[in-house]
Structures are given as structure tokens and as C-alpha cells.
């Protein structure tokens, strides 16, 4: 469905460039989960960028479906990692979900069903009518994730959505996830750097080299479905997933294995 | 809390009051032609503006007053908008822009008067093209300042171009729209007084300078307290309207900082 192909992207020109982008190709299936990981600064934010038509790249191409992506398509919807700076504090939540709507051609009735719609799936029904700021961060995010499916995308990307709330907000917005994702059949690209949250999430991982940026493996993710916090990530195969990922990404910032196992076993992926 | 803030409301009432007590008093038997009796400018302000000269005069100045903020804010807001979205534009209006603003205002009085003559007209252009600058430039500002994000987001949701300027720009510029609107409200009123103590023949600033030149103190002193208190209460009518409508705003920064 999206397919990414020899992508690369350089900022600026002559001596003053930099590359950010090497060399990205990777394809996602039709409803696919499929998790974006790499080291900080790894150029995650421009690939993603380049994959929602905001940043056109300097080689090689993005295409959704057929269609060669060259500014952001219409069946694409796109939740930044700065929640509040993305929703619209102007705007109610009912105004902000509904406002990307307006060029639709719908009724106004059949406008506010698919508002409040969105709205309930990410059970925010009795805050419609309240201003983004006067809900927490982890509510503001649900807010952005709704106005996304309200514009009903076949394709859902999302960049690092979850890194600036607190680490039981954010189970549950994984968990909002993987249920909206399951309920909307929609496909959803999710660009992160915690490890955890990539394998616990994903049918498949593409893994990034540091800038400038390369694929460096693509890993099928078979974990059982429906998933679960606690009982997925006691799973053998979860904890194996997640230290190959962070190997891949540690060899690849030039620190060996010794390095990684010297820190506390619990969590070594601390979150930021 | 309650307590507070009654004393704090008797404060703000209650020290203005204070002083025009105090000087009532000292000025009761004051023997000096120029600080008259202050009762006796209360009485002169009575009978000029309570509702004497309100046709003759208020009407006219506040007729130039609103005609010129309007016509300010209006293309202020409008050029700054095309400017703010336009990096080239700016870049190549800028000179031209920072030259005008620099003109002191009642330099422009001379050219005005031989240009647009003494009517109405001059005085509105006047109070127009000195307080547009405040406006013109916070909208630029404003424009050109909103956040990146936010003018992804309307990328993304393909907003068109009118939607995306009216209802993304225009509101995302609108608190320092409204700090420039502030700044230039003061100043169409300073350029209202200033425009009809030359060549005018009726307004509020036409007739302080008239009085003071027949010796007629009191009503002089009773237009200076006119002007003040209009200024005063446009003030705070402009703080009212702000407050409502950037009352996200407030809410947003306030969420922001805690």
C-alpha cells in the first residue's frame, strides 16, 4: 500500500549539506502495523516528513498505492508527537476534529455523527465541547488521534505520538491503538525510539541506521494477537524481539554488547 | 480570597477618588488663574460636555477617532496577513515600511493639509496612517511566527487556502494582533487631539487649544479631562474585548505554564 523507494533527503547544498537520508526502501502492507525504530536523531522525523508529502524528498520516491506521493494525499492522516502545538487552542474539540472536514462533502448532520463518532472511539464523548488545553496531555493526543480518524485515512502515520506523556498514559494510548487500528481497518505507520513500544505494537519493525539514515533490518514481529501489557511482554519471544532491536540499534551507534548488558538488567531501555 | 479581592476593588476605586479630594481641596482657594478651583472645572465640565457640545464636538472627533483606528486596524491586519505569508514580499517591503513608521507623525500635518485640505478627510487619513504601523507590524510578526507545526497540520488536513489564512492564521496571530490594535488605539487618539489643534474648526482637541487662546481655563482644563477619561474608557473598553476573544489564549498559556 505505501512503498517506499530508494528514498534520500539532503539539506542544503555544496559544502554546507547534510545528509539526512542515505538510502530508505521498505514497503507496507494494506492494514499493516508496521513500527519505524532508530537511534535518537537517526532522521526518523524527515523520513516521515517525506512519507506524508510535507517535505519532498531529494531522491527516489514515496508512492500510496499506485499514486507517487508529492504533496500530503487525501487518504492519509498524519499525529504529530507535539500534541499541543498541533490541535488548534482556538477551537473546541468538537471544532478541531471536525474542522479538517470542512472541504468534505458532507452534511452537516452526517459531519457532527462522524465527529462525535471519532470522538467516542477514543472515549473523549463527554469533552467535546472544552478546549484542548483544559485537557491533559495524554487526552490531548486521544483529541489528535480522533481528528485523524475522523478525516477517515486508509493510512495513518504517526511520529513519535506518545514520547512527551507519562509511562502509564502511554500503555494506554498503545492499547487505544491497537484497538482503533483493529476497529477502523486502518493501516497505521508509527515512528518511535522506544524499543519496547515498537516490538510491543508492531507487525513488523523497520530498523534505522544513525543518520545518514539506512534501512538496517526489517523484522517480522509474530507475537499473538490481541495483545496485552502484561502478558505479551512476559512472553520469551517479546523480551528476545526487544534485545535484538536494541542490539541492531546500540551495534549500530558503535557500542558493543558488553556495554548494554553492564547496565541494570530491569530496564534498559529506560524511556525519556 | 473574597476579602481580597473587595479590598483590592476599593483600592483601585477608592485611591483616584482620594486624590481628586485632595486636590479639590488644595485648589478650593487656590488664588492661581491657571489651576482653577477644581469644582469649578467640574461645573464648566458639566455644562460644556453634559450634553452641550457633545454634537458640536465629541461627535465630530470620535467620528475621525473610529473612522481612522478602523481604517488602521482593517489594512493593517490585511497587508500584514499578505506580508507575513509572503518571505520576499516582506523582505522587499520591509525599508519601505520601517521609513514611513519612522516619519514623527505631525511632520505628515503640512502635506496632509495641502493635499486632503482641512475637512474630515485629512484628519481620518492622518490617524489612519500613524496607527496602522503598530498593527501592520505585530500582524507581520504574528504571521510569520506561527508555529510550524500548526501550519503542517493544516498541510496534512489539505485546509484550503482561505480556511487555512482566515481560520489557522489569522487566530494563531491574533494576540499580538491585538497587543499592535492596543498600542495604536492610544495613538489615533494622540493624532485625533493633535490633527484638530491645526487647522480645524470643531472637535475635542480644537476646543482645548480654543479655549486656552480666549483664556477660558476652566473649559480648557475641562477638554483635557474629557480627553482623558475617553482615553481611559477605551482602554478598558478594548481590554474587555480582548479578553473575550483571546480568552483561549489566556487559557492555553496559563495550561502551558502549569
Known amino acids: 500500500m505505501l512503498h517506499v523507494d530508494h528514498l534520500s533527503k539532503t539539506y542544503g547544498e555544496g559544502s554546507g549539506a547534510v545528509e539526512a537520508i542515505h538510502d530508505v526502501s521498505f514497503d507496507v502492507d494494506a492494514q499493516e502495523l508496521v513500527c519505524v525504530v532508530g537511534p535518537s536523531g537517526c532522521g526518523k522525523t524527515t523520513l516521515l516528513k517525506c512519507m506524508s508529502g510535507l517535505l519532498a524528498p531529494t531522491g527516489g520516491e514515496v508512492r500510496l498505492g499506485s499514486e507517487r506521493v508529492d504533496g500530503p494525499p487525501e487518504k492519509m492522516a498524519l499525529v504529530f508527537q507535539e500534541y499541543n502545538r498541533s490541535l488548534y487552542p482556538w477551537m473546541t474539540v468538537r471544532q478541531n476534529v471536525g474542522f479538517p472536514l470542512r472541504t468534505r462533502s458532507l452534511g452537516k448532520r452526517e459531519?457532527?455523527?462522524?465527529?462525535?463518532?471519532?470522538?467516542?472511539?477514543?472515549?473523549?464523548?463527554?469533552?467535546?465541547?472544552?478546549?484542548?488545553?483544559?485537557?491533559?496531555?495524554?487526552?490531548?493526543?486521544r483529541v489528535a488521534i480522533a481528528r485523524a480518524l475522523a478525516y477517515q485515512p486508509e493510512i495513518l502515520l504517526m511520529d513519535e505520538?506518545?514520547?512527551?506523556?507519562?509511562?502509564?498514559?502511554?500503555a494506554d494510548l498503545e492499547d487505544l491503538v491497537l484497538r482503533i487500528r483493529h476497529q477502523f481497518g486502518v493501516t497505521v505507520v508509527f515512528v518511535t525510539h522506544d524499543i519496547d513500544e515498537s516490538v510491543y505494537l508492531s507487525d513488523r519493525i523497520v530498523v534505522l541506521t544513525p543518520s545518514p539514515t539506512e534501512v538496517h533490518e526489517v523484522l517480522e514481529v509474530p507475537l499473538p494477537r490481541p495483545r496485552h501489557q502484561v502478558s505479551t511482554k512476559e512472553l520469551p519471544e517479546f523480551a528476545h524481539l526487544r534485545a535484538h532491536v536494541y542490539r541492531a540499534i546500540k551495534r549500530r551507534q558503535g557500542q558493543g554488547e558488553d556495554d548494554a548488558a553492564a547496565r541494570p538488567a530491569a530496564e534498559p531501555f529506560a524511556r525519556s | 480570597m473574597t476579602r481580597r479581592r473587595a479590598l483590592d476593588l476599593l483600592l483601585e476605586a477608592?485611591?483616584?477618588?482620594?486624590?481628586?479630594?485632595?486636590?479639590?481641596?488644595?485648589?478650593?482657594?487656590?488664588?492661581?488663574?491657571?489651576?482653577?478651583?477644581?469644582?469649578?472645572?467640574?461645573?464648566?465640565?458639566?455644562?460644556?460636555?453634559?450634553?452641550?457640545?457633545?454634537?458640536?464636538?465629541?461627535?465630530?472627533?470620535?467620528?475621525?477617532?473610529?473612522?481612522?483606528?478602523?481604517?488602521?486596524?482593517?489594512?493593517?491586519?490585511?497587508?500584514?496577513?499578505?506580508?507575513?505569508?509572503?518571505?520576499?514580499?516582506?523582505?522587499?517591503?520591509?525599508?519601505?515600511?520601517?521609513?514611513?513608521?519612522?516619519?514623527?507623525?505631525?511632520?505628515?500635518?503640512?502635506?496632509?493639509?495641502?493635499?486632503?485640505?482641512?475637512?474630515?478627510?485629512?484628519?481620518?487619513?492622518?490617524?489612519a496612517f500613524v496607527s496602522v504601523w503598530p498593527v501592520l507590524l505585530n500582524t507581520i510578526d504574528g504571521v510569520a511566527g506561527v508555529d510550524p507545526t500548526l501550519r503542517e497540520t493544516a498541510r496534512v488536513y489539505r485546509i484550503g487556502r482561505t480556511d487555512r489564512v482566515l481560520r489557522i492564521m489569522l487566530p494563531a496571530a491574533s494576540p499580538q494582533i491585538f497587543a499592535g490594535m492596543r498600542t495604536s488605539l492610544s495613538l489615533a487618539l494622540i493624532l485625533m487631539v493633535i490633527s484638530e489643534m491645526v487647522a480645524s474648526t470643531n472637535g475635542i482637541g480644537y476646543f482645548?487649544?480654543?479655549s486656552q487662546r480666549t483664556f477660558a481655563i476652566p473649559e480648557m482644563w475641562s477638554g483635557i479631562l474629557l480627553l482623558g477619561i475617553l482615553g481611559y474608557g477605551f482602554n478598558a473598553l478594548f481590554v474587555l474585548v480582548e479578553r473575550r476573544v483571546l480568552r483561549w489564549h489566556r487559557g492555553a498559556r496559563a495550561s502551558a505554564l502549569s
Open chain 1, 161 to 170: 505520538p506518545f514520547a512527551s506523556v507519562d509511562a502509564q498514559t502511554r
Open chain 1, 111 to 141: 459531519r457532527s455523527t462522524v465527529v462525535e463518532d471519532a470522538v467516542a472511539s477514543v472515549d473523549l464523548s463527554r469533552f467535546l465541547d472544552r478546549y484542548p488545553w483544559e485537557l491533559s496531555g495524554g487526552m490531548q493526543q
Open chain 2, 208 to 210: 482645548v487649544l480654543e
Open chain 2, 14 to 127: 477608592g485611591v483616584p477618588v482620594l486624590l481628586l479630594v485632595v486636590v479639590a481641596i488644595w485648589s478650593s482657594n487656590s488664588g492661581s488663574y491657571y489651576y482653577p478651583p477644581l469644582t469649578d472645572v467640574l461645573s464648566t465640565f458639566r455644562r460644556a460636555w453634559l450634553f452641550d457640545r457633545v454634537g458640536s464636538d465629541v461627535v465630530p472627533s470620535l467620528v475621525r477617532l473610529g473612522l481612522g483606528y478602523a481604517i488602521a486596524c482593517a489594512a493593517g491586519v490585511a497587508i500584514g496577513l499578505v506580508l507575513g505569508l509572503a518571505p520576499r514580499l516582506r523582505r522587499a517591503a520591509d525599508p519601505i515600511v520601517q521609513f514611513l513608521r519612522a516619519i514623527p507623525p505631525p511632520a505628515l500635518l503640512p502635506f496632509s493639509i495641502l493635499v486632503l485640505g482641512v475637512d474630515n478627510t485629512q484628519k481620518i487619513f492622518i490617524i
